[in-house]
């Protein structure tokens, strides 16, 4: 391997070979550990060492890098106490995550590290978040992002590329092309000469960089780094290497050519720079040696304050408390002036209070910038706030969602509005995956709110009439927000902007401009988990949200003999389970009403628990009614056949003669 002349000095190349080094011999001994069960899984990154070294050591120590299965380097060279590494992959409390997931699946904002998912793609778009937040701050800081080449071929590599290009944020995209995916060879993965060439279809500067020269990765990425600084943009880098044993060590290497296998061994980046460094009388075998002792020692040590702690004991009340960020509501009541408005303008209000009132918020959407978005809700904000926190985005709802997640580990709050709720299916994987889960695996938290424009009723079809929380509110780590009235809109869509955790607004388009009500001026908020009771009798339970609440006031007008608690829930996740039950008690009878479709619907969540838990006050069956378990048509009559309003009050009307 040929070394080019550089400008460093013999203690910096020597730290860069102690730093290869140190990774090296921590595998060669979890390797051992592994073959011993002491460790259940091991990703090995034998043969990469350069990379996730010679990156670590060009960024500063205050730069997130966001790194994958072999990037070991990355850690050691942010210097993390070996004893919590250990713990980390024995599943022991020290470790990162508490036991609660494994290998680098991590991250830790004391060494600015965001430790990947097994999704791979979703942390692309975390990425452009960060930048965007070191961006918006004015910091000269960039991000890095590691992926493989497999990992490129994800949709999540192209929309983050897009997003960070399109906004010119300072995003180190690093694309360690180690030859295969699992056991998939490049030429299946990919059709263009280099990954590198990519970069041109996003208007970026890409290179190509020899992955295994430690002082060819060190030098180009100091370089380039420097420049990102002082000229905030993406870059991608082309990190040529190979993985020299298994995609994992169950996997093997048999698909692996023997030759190929023999032309990499001969391009190891530690044994190859420690030659280089013996020929240059840099590094004396005394010193290797020395080296050696002093990692090995270290590695000794530290195995064995992860092996004497004790076994993690599973606590239920720590589990649960662990999986949303704590949240201290503060109420602030309506003062009393009032003005008489739609649902519409409850929402776009508590919008532009919350972006007064948080500095630090940014909103993110399709069209919502100049245009105002497709219901006009943002129309006017970009005058007020700017561009930069009331933000366009590109038709990438997975990697904006990344980006909001981001934002929130770089310390800002995001919105994120879903043109149509329907469209979230695009951005499933990163909220269910990623926003949802981050608290509890490794305690950082997703100051997220996604608004949902959904339901029908309004002629739009299978793709833009969806009432879709059902998708959500089985997830836990998500809290599922669903208001029927413009005070409740407004107070607790400032809520969820308080609130740290990931929230999902569902906001009914067909409320938009038919509901009107009289809704404080100022700024106010109301609690999440508490239902509102609208009407009070003795004679049956009827539970409601959204659209439905609407639903059931007009068959009680039209039914007016019907003595009924009406329970708008608002609130589906957390849920006011203690409403629900107190209402059914005293009725003995009770009907869900959902715009969904019935089947699995939230509904059915509602019906179980208030079998299990008011079963002996129970006069008749806990009834569902619910939408027709089809795609939502677009024709009137038959959108008027899909939804439930005949059948509630059919079913309403049987359930009283029961």
Not at 310 to 330: C, G, P, R, W
Not at 465 to 489: C, H, M, R
Not at 548 to 556: K, N, Q
Request: a negative charge; one cysteine or more.
């Amino acid at each position: 391997m040929e070394y080019k002349e550089t400008q460093l000095s013999n203690d910096a190349m020597l730290d860069l070979y102690r730093s290869m080094l140190k990774p090296r011999m921590i595998e060669e001994k979890m390797l051992i550990l592994l073959r011993q069960g002491k460790i259940s899984k091991w990703f090995s990154g034998i043969g990469q060492e350069a990379i996730s070294v010679g990156v670590t050591k060009s960024l500063e120590t205050e730069e997130y890098i966001l790194p994958m299965h072999r990037n070991l380097g990355v850690f050691t060279s942010r210097e993390i106490p070996l004893n919590r590494l250990f713990a980390q992959w024995q599943g022991k409390a020290s470790g990162f995550t508490k036991g609660r997931d494994r290998s680098f699946h991590f991250g830790t904002q004391e060494y600015n590290i965001v430790g990947m998912i097994s999704h791979l793609g979703p942390q692309l778009g975390v990425a452009d978040g960060i930048a965007l937040a070191h961006k918006l701050k004015n910091e000269k800081k960039l991000t890095a992002v590691f992926s493989g080449e497999g990992g490129t071929s994800e949709g999540d590599f192209h929309e983050a590329l897009n997003i960070a290009s399109v906004w010119d944020l300072p995003v180190l995209f690093c694309i360690e092309n180690n030859g295969y995916g699992l056991s998939t060879p490049t030429v299946e993965q990919y059709r263009c000469k280099d990954l590198a060439d990519r970069g041109a279809g996003y208007g970026m500067e890409s290179h190509i960089i020899d992955g295994n020269n430690i002082l060819e990765v060190y030098t180009k990425i100091s370089e380039i780094a420097e420049s990102i600084r002082k000229e905030p943009r993406p870059v991608l880098v082309e990190f040529k290497t190979f993985r020299m044993r298994g995609h994992e060590e169950a996997s093997g290497t048999k698909y692996v050519p023997q030759e190929l296998m023999d032309e990499w061994q001969q391009k190891d980046p530690v044994l190859n720079f420690e030659e280089y460094l013996i020929a240059k009388n840099i590094l004396t075998n005394d010193l290797k040696e020395k080296f050696r002792t002093e990692i090995l020692a270290e590695i000794d040590k530290n195995l064995q304050l992860a092996f004497s702690e004790d076994i993690i004991v599973s606590d239920a009340t720590k589990e649960l408390d662990d999986v949303y960020e704590n949240f201290e509501y503060q109420e602030i009541k309506p003062k009393e002036n009032t003005e008489y408005i739609r649902f519409i303008d409850a929402i776009s209000q508590a919008l532009k209070e919350s972006v007064k009132k948080h500095e630090n918020l940014v909103l993110m959407g399709q069209d919502i910038a100049d245009y105002g978005g497709v219901f006009k809700i943002t129309e006017g904000f970009v005058e007020e706030f700017g561009k930069d926190r009331i933000r366009n985005t590109p038709i990438c709802e997975s990697a904006i969602v990344g980006a909001a997640m981001g934002l929130s580990i770089n310390g800002m709050k995001a919105m994120v509005e879903m043109q149509f709720s329907d469209f979230v299916s695009s951005g499933f994987n990163p909220i269910v995956n990623y926003l949802a889960k981050v608290k509890y695996r490794w305690d950082q938290n997703a100051d997220v709110v996604l608004r949902m424009p959904c339901g029908g009723g309004v002629g739009a079809g299978p793709f833009h009439s969806q009432t879709n929380e059902a998708w959500f509110t089985k997830v836990p780590g998500l809290k599922v927000i669903y208001p029927a009235f413009p005070y409740d809109a407004k107070g607790l869509l400032n809520t969820a902007f308080n609130d740290p955790n990931p929230v999902l607004f569902f906001e009914h388009k067909g409320l938009y401009r038919s509901i009107r009500q009289e809704v404080p001026v100022d700024y106010y908020t109301l609690p999440f988990g508490k239902a509102s009771l609208l009407r009070e009798g003795e004679e049956i339970s009827i539970i409601s949200y959204g659209a439905g609440v609407h639903w059931a006031i007009d068959v009680l007008e039209e039914m007016s003999y019907i003595k009924a608690d009406l329970i708008d829930l608002r609130s589906l996740q957390p849920l006011d389970m203690e409403s629900i039950c107190k209402s059914v008690t005293k009725t003995g009878k009770c009907i869900i009403l959902t715009e969904d479709s019935q089947f699995g619907s939230f509904a059915s969540e509602v019906a179980a628990q208030i079998s299990e838990s008011c079963f002996e006050s129970l006069d008749a069956p806990v009834i569902r009614v619910g939408s027709m378990d089809t795609p939502i048509p677009f024709a009137k009559n038959l959108e008027k056949q899909y939804l439930p309003q005949e059948r509630f009050k059919e079913k309403l009307k049987n359930l009283i003669e029961y």
